[in-house]
């Protein structure tokens, strides 16, 4: 199986500052995408980023990702404090349907 | 739209016994569930893939008979945890898709199962 793995675990910034998170995986991928969990709720799913594509942008969110290292970032501008939340990533395989989500990024943004 | 609904969205219960929590895609068809648990500070893991009408696909490692999976219809998903015991406590997410979006998965907001 594929898994991201997130760095840096854990991060904080202060508000209006840009926030990056790194995401590296195993295995080739069909897409990745990036979810945010506040703590203790579910997950909302933020972007979407297909294999053949190598940028994306998302209102204050830019995706991107290199298949050659494996890796995707995910850069939050202007963050605020709300932006406070773990962030995570998460890869399917050709064919697959399953998510494989890496350890995640705490993000805390200090007003 | 694509709203996903867990009830309940918290349980404590006694060692030994049995928790049923719902997993309902309350605006959409969904084609295909999935569970994950979630233990505190760490990442999702999948722990199986529920079709509608078919029996469940477990991860390795994760229990058939002590995690029971029922998908009934299109916008139901059950997963019971039997015979809970402590190191059961975990935070249990269901998402699910639709055949017009595989990509993208729609997440329920989580039930907290603590086991004492």
């Known amino acids: 199986s594929q898994q991201g793995e997130e760095d840096p675990q854990a991060l904080s910034i202060q508000e209006g500052e840009n926030a990056t998170m790194n995401c590296s995986y195993k295995?080739?991928?069909?897409?990745l995408q990036w979810y945010r969990q506040n703590s203790g709720r579910g997950l909302v799913h933020l972007i979407l980023?297909?294999?053949?594509?190598r940028e994306k942008h998302s209102g204050r969110l830019r995706v991107t990702l290199d298949t050659s290292k494996k890796s995707s970032s995910l850069l939050i501008t202007a963050s605020r404090a709300a932006d406070t939340a773990s962030y995570f990533c998460?890869?399917?395989?050709?064919?697959?349907?399953?998510?494989?989500f890496g350890k995640g990024t705490k993000l805390s943004v200090i007003p | 739209g694509a709203v996903v609904s867990q009830h309940p969205s918290w349980v404590i219960c006694k060692s030994g016994t049995s928790v049923k929590i719902e997993c309902r895609s309350l605006?959409?068809?969904?084609?295909?569930m999935f569970w994950y648990r979630q233990f505190p500070k760490q990442s999702l893991m999948l722990m199986a893939t529920?079709?509608?009408?078919?029996?469940?696909?477990?991860e390795q490692g994760v229990e058939k008979d002590k995690f029971l999976i029922n998908h009934a219809s299109l916008t139901l998903s059950t997963l019971t945890v039997t015979s809970a015991h402590p190191e059961d406590s975990s935070f249990y997410i269901c998402?699910?898709?639709?055949?017009?979006?595989?990509?993208?998965?729609?997440f329920g907001p989580g039930t907290r199962l603590t086991v004492l």
């Open positions: 998402s699910a898709i639709t055949s017009a979006a595989y990509n993208e998965q729609f």
């Open positions: 980023i297909r294999s053949n594509e």
């Open positions: 529920s079709n509608e009408g078919s029996k469940a696909t477990y």
């Open positions: 998460a890869t399917s395989g050709a064919g697959s349907y399953q998510l494989t």
């Open positions: 605006d959409f068809q969904a084609t295909t």
């Open positions: 295995t080739s991928i069909n897409n």
